[in-house]
């Protein structure tokens, strides 16, 4: 794959899961804010563009053993991992980041109110608009990108959708990816980055490796979304 500094890092990282490595490495966002050229991202993080185009060329010349090209793959098996990978993990995580908060503020609430009471808040909110993203799309976009899919498959016209065109829901979930992710990165600069206090004790190191770990499962989770599953069914449904 020949990479450019015009191309976006979303288009990069849509190609190989070795470019999102390499751009998690550099703490370059490639979901939420991945439409952005290589040239301009490098500028911003004070990165040499060839140096970064080499690390690409690099990482995206050998697949790694969990790489899948989901590109080609199906809408549907894509979907299957997204909802059986990623909405497991939220559905598994999201309570029990919700239990740490709450035994850490009644542990550490009264020293570290400042920083933990609004990360709370922020959590709360997040998760409950995470919750019911899920339902959408498991309820509602998905089947419907399903349906597309089978019939363009048997070369049958589209379904009609009861919200006109697919890019209406589509532009609805990205807005709630921006909001999720705006959620994680306010959480992580009130935490420091994540940096514990000396006195934190057990729980206070889980609830943080918790959602170090959210963090970095929904930027691939997005990712899938927002730069390959949903221009995938946008351009299925102009006929391109």
């Known amino acids: 794959m020949t990479i450019t500094e015009q191309?976006?890092?979303?288009e990069v990282a849509a190609q190989s899961l070795g470019a999102v490595r390499t751009f998690?490495?550099?703490?370059i966002d490639y979901c939420c804010g991945g439409k952005r050229p290589l040239e301009e991202v490098c500028r911003e993080k004070g990165l040499?563009?060839?140096q970064l185009l080499a690390e690409l060329a690099s990482a995206t010349s050998v697949a790694g053993e969990q790489d899948k090209d989901w590109q080609?793959?199906?809408?549907?098996?894509?979907i299957g991992h997204i909802v059986q990978t990623h909405h497991a993990y939220l559905k598994r995580e999201l309570p029990a980041l919700t239990e740490r908060f709450r035994k850490v503020v009644f542990a550490h609430g009264e020293r570290d109110g400042a920083v933990l009471l609004p990360m709370e808040g922020i959590f709360a909110d997040m998760r409950e608009e995470l919750e019911a993203h899920m339902y959408k799309e498991e309820f509602i976009l998905f089947p419907m990108i399903g349906r597309y899919e089978a019939a363009a498959e048997a070369g049958a016209p589209l379904p009609m959708a009861p919200f006109g065109s697919i890019a209406n829901p589509i532009r609805m979930m990205e807005r709630e990816h921006d909001s999720a992710g705006g959620g994680l990165a306010r959480i992580r600069e009130l935490s420091g980055g994540f940096e514990l206090p000396?006195?934190?004790c057990g729980?206070?190191?889980?609830?943080?490796?918790?959602?170090?770990?959210l963090e970095a499962d929904l930027h691939v989770h997005i990712h899938l979304e927002n730069n390959i599953l949903f221009p995938r069914v946008i351009r299925l449904e102009a006929g391109r």
């Open 203 to 213: 729980a206070y190191r889980a609830l943080y490796q918790g959602l170090q770990e």
């Open 198 to 200: 000396a006195h934190a």
């Open 24 to 27: 998690e490495k550099h703490g």
């Open 48 to 50: 040499a563009t060839g």
């Open 7 to 10: 191309q976006t890092v979303a």
């Open 72 to 78: 080609s793959a199906s809408m549907r098996s894509l």
